[in-house]
C-alpha cells in the first residue's frame, strides 16, 4: 500500500538524516492526514485510497511545477531549486508516467474504438483515458494529442 511505502520511506529519510527528502515527506504525510480527515463521513474507515493518493501527490507536483515558473521569474532560484528538489521526492511515490509516444498510441486506440470522429466527442476519449490510465498519463498532453486526432 502507497501509505505504507511512504511510512517506511520517512523512517528512511529521518535515519540517513535526509532533511530535504524528510520534509517533503512529512508534507505528504500532513496533506494526506488533511484527506483522511475530510473523509471520514463518506469512507468507513476515514482513509483515502492509493488511487486517491495518487491523485494527491499529482496535484503536489503540478503545485511546486507552477511555483517553480513564478520564483524563476522572481528571481528567486534557491526556491525555484527547493521546489525542483520536492517533485524529485513526491515523484519516486507515483507510477511511472506514460512517454509522449505511448500516450499517442493509447489516446489512437480509444479514439478508434470509440469511433469518436469529431471535437464534440472529446470528452468521451478523455473519459475512457481517465478509467484506463489514472496515475500514469499526463491529462494535459493527452489532451493535446486527442485534439489532434479528432482534427
Known amino acids: 500500500m502507497l501509505r505504507d511505502s511512504l511510512k517506511d520511506a520517512m523512517k528512511a529519510a529521518m535515519k540517513a538524516k535526509n532533511t530535504r527528502e524528510t520534509q517533503t515527506i512529512r508534507?505528504?504525510?500532513a496533506a494526506l492526514k488533511d484527506r483522511d480527515i475530510a473523509s471520514r463521513g463518506s469512507d468507513a474507515d476515514g482513509c483515502i485510497d492509493d488511487k486517491s493518493i495518487i491523485a494527491l501527490l499529482q496535484s503536489?507536483?503540478?503545485q511546486?511545477?507552477?511555483s517553480i515558473i513564478m520564483y524563476e521569474k522572481g528571481g528567486r532560484l534557491e526556491l525555484a531549486e527547493q521546489e525542483a528538489d520536492e517533485i524529485?521526492?513526491?515523484e519516486k511515490f507515483l507510477p511511472?508516467?506514460?512517454s509522449e509516444e505511448e500516450i499517442?498510441?493509447?489516446v489512437n486506440a480509444v479514439v478508434e474504438e470509440l469511433g469518436a470522429s469529431s471535437l464534440k466527442e472529446m470528452?468521451?476519449?478523455m473519459s475512457a483515458l481517465?478509467?484506463?490510465n489514472a496515475g500514469c498519463m499526463d491529462f494535459a498532453k493527452a489532451g493535446a494529442a486527442a485534439k489532434k486526432a479528432l482534427a
Open 64 to 66: 511546486r511545477r507552477e
Open 60 to 62: 503536489m507536483v503540478k
Open 130 to 132: 481517465r478509467e484506463r
Open 27 to 29: 508534507l505528504i504525510l
Open 104 to 106: 499517442t498510441a493509447a
Open 88 to 90: 524529485v521526492v513526491i
Open 123 to 125: 470528452g468521451q476519449v
Open 96 to 98: 511511472k508516467q506514460m
